[in-house]
């Protein structure tokens, strides 16, 4: 089993960070700015080639 990691856009981040800038309140942990980025770990199982 394999991970493939997805990426929020450029626009995206740059938002976050635009209102992070403005909050008084210290950041978030990694993981709670990675949900609210939508920037998480897909698990996929890669198909199985026939005949190997």
Do not use: A, C, D
């Not at 450029?10 to 800038?21: C, D, I, P, T």
């Not at 939508?38 to 026939?50: A, R, S, T, V, Y």
């Amino acid at each position: 089993m394999q991970t493939q990691t997805n990426h929020p856009s450029k626009y995206v981040v740059r938002e976050y960070l635009e209102r992070r800038s403005q909050e008084i309140k210290p950041p978030p942990s990694p993981e709670e700015i990675r949900r609210q980025l939508g920037w998480g770990l897909m698990l996929f199982e890669p198909k199985m080639e026939q005949g190997r």
